[in-house]
């Protein structure tokens, strides 16, 4: 007999039919009621063993986490809690557990330190099965909106030569030798001889192939890794993550807004009308993690509610130049509480003043626009009529509540002599990059586009607090284990 998922028998609504099951043991009490999980839902489907006919050796061996295959009825529960459960009379271990050295005890509660080290065990735990699901539905409506509105999904390359965001902060690629490294006369690393003839590294973004793709297609996206050496420690921060890139040819600042909100809003709706369970659990998990903290420092909303108080309001959108004023006059400003106090027009925000306008001013998501130039990247657009030594550029920046920024984005340079004169100014290889400008000697038009960081989109649906519980198998400074 082929094996039923436990979401299908939970849902079932013909009882009294023999059935079988196949899963992992959660938990098994009085000897006779195994709560068995096969992955397939949250919920955990009861089995109740003829103990009395089941021999000592076999019940011994029902322990959390061995792999089970049970036959029975399934009939109409008398408990409270579920509405079938099974009626064992055939029971297999399939892959015992031992009870004393299997590490995820739900009886302990695991910390997610312990959790994060046993990061190839912890997808048996309820909390990580539904963040894992939930991180899947998320990735299948992002596929989702962006098809249903006719554009093309791209895969720009994971080995590259350019640095997209100059910020430099990459991961080289080489088969060269480390001992022996072929050099050239003036004693620099030969990359004539690596692989590729040259330097190459992984990709930070693929928004410039992107780009060539969006001046063909017209619309696009990408969806795949991308990679940074950034020596940030934080709950935010990894070295590898999943990105989400759309690029939309005629789209001013303005469309891009409206997309990116239009997006964030979809997916969101989508994991709410889809992992009801889920979320259900996580909520739950949230308002026990937080019984824990001062007051203050718990969120003023549920999680279910506060993923409805996104879809049902706009996002506030203010510009760079607003949000200064703003937290130029602040109260943390003023009383030093910042680690960084704002003081001029020019300054870079944090994710302190991010997360100060959208938590505590605005307490909604927020766009910010128009950045200056010097703290942005050099494919962003330069606003006409701005004053010189106060330039600014088309950026936006989507800071949400607990998460700080999400997406950034901008409408692009489309005019050559403009980005030329850019490109110079920041020492950018034209050499280098004259594939990407060639979309601006050949029909170049206005266009831009965003990436949103889909961890820290899972993390806002989830509740969770720190990235690297929200992605399978965290790559962060100092960690690749698995
Ligand atoms: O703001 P970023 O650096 O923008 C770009 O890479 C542009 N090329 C995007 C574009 O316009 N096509 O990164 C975009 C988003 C951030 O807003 C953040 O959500 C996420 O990527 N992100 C990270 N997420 C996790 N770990 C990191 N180290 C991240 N760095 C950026
Ligand atoms: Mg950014």
């Not at 990709?203 to 969006?214: D, F, I, W």
């Not at 001062?294 to 879809?311: G, T, W, Y």
């Amino acid at each position: 007999m082929r094996h039923t998922k436990v979401k299908d028998l939970l849902n079932s609504t013909t009882t009294l039919q023999e059935v079988n099951a196949k899963g992992w043991v959660r938990t098994f009490r009085n000897n006779q009621f195994i709560a068995l999980n096969d992955g397939s839902t949250i919920n955990n489907i009861q089995c109740v063993v003829d103990f009395e006919n089941t021999p000592d050796e076999t019940l011994k061996r029902i322990t959390t986490g061995a792999a089970i295959s049970v036959t029975g009825n399934l009939i109409e529960s008398k408990g409270a809690g579920q509405s079938v459960e099974i009626q064992v009379t055939k029971l297999e271990i399939l892959g015992d557990s031992d009870a004393e050295k299997f590490p995820i005890q739900p009886k302990n509660k695991p910390s997610l330190d312990f959790l994060r080290e046993n990061a190839h065990l912890r997808v048996r735990t309820n909390m990580f099965g539904a963040i894992m699901r939930v991180r899947s539905v998320l990735s299948f409506a992002v596929h989702n909106y962006f098809q249903q509105k006719g554009f093309v999904y791209v895969n720009t390359p994971i080995i590259t030569g350019s640095d997209a965001e100059g910020a430099g902060e990459m991961f080289k690629v080489t088969a060269l030798p480390f001992d022996n490294t072929p050099r050239t006369e003036d004693g620099k690393v030969n990359y004539k001889e690596d692989f590729f003839e040259k330097e190459t590294n992984l990709t930070v973004s693929g928004q410039l192939e992107g780009e060539t793709y969006a001046m063909a297609l017209g619309q696009i996206y990408t969806f795949g890794p991308t990679f940074r050496a950034e020596n940030s420690n934080t709950s935010r921060h990894l070295a590898e993550f999943w990105m989400i890139e759309p690029e939309v040819a005629f789209n001013n600042l303005d469309d891009n807004m409206d997309l990116a909100e239009d997006f964030i809003q979809y997916v969101i709706k989508y994991a709410l009308d889809n992992c009801q369970d889920d979320l259900k659990f996580l909520e739950a998990r949230l308002l026990d993690e937080e019984k824990s903290k001062p007051q203050a420092d718990r969120s003023e909303m549920a999680l279910l509610e506060k993923l409805n108080f996104v879809l049902e309001n706009n996002f506030k959108r203010v510009s760079y130049t607003e949000a200064i004023d703003i937290l130029r006059d602040s109260t943390p400003n003023k009383k030093k509480k910042f680690n960084y106090i704002i003081n001029e027009w020019g300054a870079d925000l944090q994710s302190e003043h991010e997360r100060y306008l959208v938590e505590k001013h605005f307490k909604c998501p927020v766009i910010l626009f128009d950045y200056p130039a010097n703290i942005k990247a050099f494919y962003m657009r330069l606003n006409d009529n701005t004053e010189p030594g106060k330039e600014t550029v088309r950026a936006m920046d989507i800071l949400f509540p607990g998460i700080g920024e999400i997406v950034g984005g901008s409408e692009r340079e489309e005019r050559y002599d403009v980005l030329i004169e850019k490109m110079k100014a920041l020492e950018i290889d034209e050499e280098e990059l004259s594939w990407y400008l060639d979309t601006r000697r050949f029909g170049s038009a206005t266009h831009a586009g965003f990436g949103l960081g889909f961890e820290r989109l899972v993390l806002f649906v989830t509740g969770m607090t720190n990235i690297r519980d929200v992605i399978p198998f965290p790559r962060t400074p100092g960690n690749a284990e698995f």
